[in-house]
């Protein structure tokens, strides 16, 4: 396991170990970091040993293509994505440093912001293929933060909008929303094939008090449940654990007809 310390995370607003469908991600095994800006932030220092530019799914909101780079921190392969090379193969770079432009990419879903993926490998580990990065820790104490499931609609996408509860109490420290006593939920829930749960956790799991999965460690698997706000059936929840003051539960309900100011009732259901 690859621990990502607090030093690193600072450069970031938010993070998220779960919140993604695709493989890379599977048992936490990269975390994608949110710059308060567009500017892909390095999260390791190291030198680039290659970038690769890839064919992107095709989707509506996003650009056709990504990107890979590739950087050698002398223990470890950082596998880099969704950032448009600023940088090249034998460039040195810092924690902090810009790679690059973030881009719009195909590879998260359209109510997901702008964010760097992080992974690691071994140094004789295949740095290319999309599975077999390490599982990924962060160094840093997460609050939970209780919701009752209500909130006003603080801002409105076409796929999703964020609501102004749950309050972060604590700007500046890291807080999500809570599954339990000392647990914090992250990931897709229950949109994607599984969640996280932070710092681990072994039995049931819940949102706003409603049961929605149970924690094996780290690794959430969800129930066959469907969210509701205000009577009407959503997506999910797009979950990842914060220090910026903004903070909010986000539902994912893409062709929805919630307005700013609305106020919203979400409830767990069985499917």
Known sequence: MVTVPASTLAHYRRFSLYNSPYVAHDRGCAIDLYP???????????????????RGPDRPYAVTEDHLILIDTGEYVARVLHVEPAVSPGDRVEVGDSLGEMVR??????????????????????????????????D???????????????????????????RHPNPGAWAGLAAGPGLVLDGGCPHYDGGGVLPGADGPVSVAGSRVGVADGR????????????????????LFIARDAAFGAKLVCP????????RITVSVGRA
């Open 36 to 54: 308060e800006d567009n500017r892909g932030r390095s999260p390791v220092a190291g030198e680039v040993v290659d970038t690769r530019t890839v």
């Open 105 to 138: 990419s195909g590879f998260f879903g359209q109510w997901v912001d702008n964010h760097v993926h992080l992974g690691f490998r071994n140094l004789d580990g295949n740095p290319y293929r999309a599975a077999g990065s390490l599982p990924v820790d962060v």
């Open 140 to 166: 840093v104490d997460v609050r939970p933060l209780g919701w009752d499931g209500t909130g006003v609609v603080r801002e409105a996408g076409e796929t999703y909008v964020v609501l102004d509860e749950p």
């Open 219 to 238: 690794d959430v698997r969800w129930d066959d449940v469907t969210l509701r706000a205000n009577g009407a059936p959503i997506r999910g929840l797009s």
């Open 255 to 262: 062709g929805h007809d919630f307005a700013v100011g609305e």
